[in-house]
């Protein structure tokens, strides 16, 4: 049977390059790399070009990258340790109702220990108005924190102006960019952020290991404390074997970007064409332009996307939804609902997402039985009047 994996949002493979690259620094260059011996600096001189690499490439100083364990741990370390640090300054924060829950969830903590959170409304392709961040900005506002791309639908949020906005009101702004690094051309200065974070599997590097660029000056408070790795700012052994797999997997993403954007944005769209006009009553989430290039995501009216995804797996094609019936909370994706879907349609969502190693042939396995699908499970539904 056919595999196919039109998942990438989720994870990525890793790179067979950036599998090589790791290697050795799991058996000969095994140092720790705070120690002083050949060992020790061995793996740091490997640790350290990670660093210079995934600078150069966000547009950075060495100085402002600090390696983490992933895009959940970079998210929490900056909410809570900006929030923590200006604490004397203010205590209001505002975000978009659209973040993942990695942003979401420390927001709703620090609103329990009294600090007060603005979720700014999206419009109806997920876009956050910069009118509506101006607006909701006080006195006691210490952070923005507004993701670059959404991982559900795909929507490339305006960080750049929201960003003037921060600066004009000297407020600290960050952005969740773990679905734009590697996927489209980003650079922290044009951005105008303070910070930002990032995730290695989400781009071809190991799970486990991730970053955030903190611009040099911007105050925080570590979250690990114990060690002076990180200068200070993430104490813990460095993960040497995973950071030198970032470096290589940002290496791989710097020479092949302009060439993926353009691959993947031909069979977005092409996916987009075949969908729109093979199933009859389906709407494409996210916006039609400022949308990631590998993103593809579609609701379906009378049906599960559940259902769906199972039915797409029994033929060997794997995919992802914004439903949730089978999952602990009953309710569909806040992304889904927040762009104005109703729960049945919500539910009703299918995600494709695009990566390195998909193929026209892919496409095209998948449009000879997602449209066979589709009409099977609305043939059974009880919602569903064939017209
Ligand atoms: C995957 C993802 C995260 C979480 O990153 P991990 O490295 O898996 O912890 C955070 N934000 C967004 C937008 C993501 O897509």
């Known amino acids: 049977m056919e595999r196919i994996y039109l998942d990438y949002a989720a994870t990525t493979p890793v790179d067979p390059e950036v599998l090589r690259a790791m290697q050795p620094y799991f058996t000969d260059i095994f140092g720790n790399a705070s120690s002083i011996h050949s060992f020790g600096q061995e793996a740091r001189k490997g640790m350290e070009a990670a660093r ?14 600090v390696f983490t364990s992933g895009g959940t741990e970079s998210n929490n370390a900056v909410i ?40 700014l ?3 109806k392709t997920g876009l ?7 607006k909701a900005i006080t006195k006691e506002t210490i952070l923005i924190t507004v993701m670059h791309a959404n991982n559900e639908i795909g929507s490339i949020e305006p960080i750049e102006e929201i960003s003037k906005i921060a600066k004009e009101n000297g407020v600290y702004m960050h952005t969740d960019a773990v679905q ?14 303070d910070m930002l974070s990032l995730s290695a599997h989400k781009f071809y590097g190991p799970k486990g290991v991730g970053a955030f660029y903190i611009k040099k000056g911007t105050k925080f408070s570590p979250y690990l404390r114990g060690g002076d790795q990180e200068r200070g700012r993430r104490a813990s052994t460095s993960n040497v074997a995973g950071i030198v797999g970032l470096g290589k997997a940002v290496e791989l993403c710097g020479k092949k970007l302009e060439e993926e954007v353009k691959i993947h944005s031909e069979l977005r769209d092409f996916l987009i ?44 094609i794997a995919a992802s939804t914004g439903s949730a019936c089978t999952s602990s909370s009953l309710s569909p994706s806040h992304v889904l609902l927040a762009i104005g879907l109703s729960h049945e349609i919500a539910h009703g969502s299918l995600r494709l997402t695009l990566g390195r190693f998909s193929r026209k042939t892919d496409a095209g396995y998948l449009l ?10 609305r043939r059974m539904s009880p919602l569903y009047e064939p017209k």
């Open 121 to 123: 409304k999206v419009d």
């Open 180 to 193: 734009t690094v590697g996927h489209i051309p980003i650079n922290v200065t044009n951005l105008g952020i």
């Open 368 to 377: 000879e039985h997602l449209p066979k699908i589709v009409d099977k499970l």
């Open 52 to 65: 210079e690499t995934l600078a150069s490439f966000l547009g950075a100083k060495a100085e402002e990258v």
């Open 80 to 119: 809570f340790g900006v929030a923590n640090a200006l604490k004397n300054k203010g205590n209001h924060i505002i975000t978009s109702s659209i973040e993942h829950h990695a942003v979401l969830e420390p927001c709703k903590f620090l609103e329990k220990q009294g600090y007060k959170v603005t979720y």
């Open 273 to 316: 064409k075949e969908i729109s006009e093979k199933i009859p009553e389906c709407c494409l989430n996210g916006h039609a332009e400022r949308r990631l290039p590998n993103n593809v995501n579609f609701s379906f009216s009378y049906i599960e996307g559940e259902s769906i995804l199972l039915n797409l797996d029994l033929l060997g």
């Open 128 to 134: 956050v108005d910069p009118a509506d961040v101006k």
